[in-house]
T-cell receptor, first 107, second 116 residues
Framework: DAKTTQPNSMESNEEEPVHLPCNHS???????IHWYRQLPSQGPEYVIHGLTSNVNNRMASLAIAEDRKSSTLILHRATLRDAAVYYCTAWTDKLIFGTGTRLQVFP | GAVVSQHPSRVICKSGTSVKIECRSL??????MFWYRQFPKQSLMLMATSNEGSKATYEQGVEKDKFLINHASLTLSTLTVTSAHPEDSSFYICSATPGRRRTEAFFGQGTRLTVV
């Protein structure tokens, strides 16, 4: 199982961009990189996923390194509602979560 | 987006009893479902992976006889905690996906189990 490493916490001000990094150096060539976020006492929410190319959706952008050993989740303009724990996962046959990054957003 | 309904959201039971948690995919067929438990301020810990019609695959250290998982249909999976003990008190979360890693996973709202 590919292991992911993320910083424990990050801070941002409202309306500023946020770059959340993730290392997944043991990822295999067919593992998709997924990002989810979780609010307290709720199930995780899907954010974005990709394989090799950068991906954009209405919530965020995902930048994947050329060697696929790392990726960055980009929130273009953080809002207070973006405060959550963000998990980066490398989906093999299982969806295993690492420790995640707790994002704080200040007004 | 797709919806996964998990029920009940909260349950309190006595030690020694069994509790069943249901996870339903409401608008798609879930070929794979995952079950997690989460302790306060910790990450989600995968308990088992179940594919419709097959026996669940349990993670190391998870007792299959204690945590019974059934995935009898493409829209329903159940987790039964048997002979519950206070240390089984936790937040249990299910996830369902219509495919494998190419598609996103959708999560239930979680079940807070308290064993007294």
């Amino acid at each position: 199982d590919a292991k992911t490493t993320q910083p424990n916490s990050m801070e941002s001000n409202e309306e500023e961009p946020v770059h959340l990094p993730c290392n997944h150096s043991t990822i295999s060539g067919t593992d998709y990189i997924h990002w989810y976020r979780q609010l307290p006492s709720q199930g995780p929410e899907y954010v974005i996923h990709g394989l090799t190319s950068n991906v954009n959706n209405r919530m965020a952008s995902l930048a994947i390194a050329e060697d696929r050993k790392s990726s960055t989740l980009i929130l273009h303009r953080a809002t207070l509602r973006d405060a959550a724990v963000y998990y980066c996962t490398a989906w093999t046959d299982k969806l295993i979560f690492g420790t995640g990054t707790r994002l704080q957003v200040f007004p | 987006g797709a919806v996964v309904s998990q029920h009940p959201s909260r349950v309190i039971c006595k030690s020694g009893t069994s509790v069943k948690i249901e996870c339903r995919s409401l608008d798609f067929q879930a070929t794979t479902m995952f079950w997690y438990r989460q302790f306060p301020k910790q990450s989600l810990m995968l308990m088992a992976t179940s594919n419709e019609g097959s026996k669940a695959t349990y993670e190391q250290g998870v007792e299959k006889d204690k945590f019974l998982i059934n995935h009898a249909s493409l829209t329903l999976s159940t987790l039964t905690v048997t002979s519950a003990h206070p240390e089984d008190s936790s937040f249990y979360i299910c996830s369902a996906t219509p495919g494998r890693r190419r598609t996103e996973a959708f999560f239930g709202q979680g079940t807070r189990l308290t064993v007294v």
